[in-house]
């Protein structure tokens, strides 16, 4: 979190990041968490850090749903 962003940017944040992960495990199954490491490591590859730190909270959540089952 950024000294920019608030609490509920955050929570928002985190509810967009498990949605997210939510429809990559319907659409990929046990699958998910590979794809989206795939998806993080080719962002990380062409020098999006951003973009990749996001992917890899993503594909972390994948874990934990798919865990959970």
Request: proline share 3%; no cysteine.
């Amino acid at each position: 979190m950024t000294s920019e962003s608030s609490p509920l940017d955050h929570k928002t944040e985190i509810l967009q990041i498990h949605s997210s992960a939510e429809i990559f495990v319907e659409k990929y199954g046990r699958d998910a968490p590979r794809q989206a490491r795939l998806r993080a490591d080719e962002l990380i590859a062409v020098g999006n850090r951003r973009g990749g730190d996001l992917w890899l909270r993503i594909y972390r959540q994948t874990v934990t749903i798919l865990s959970d089952k």
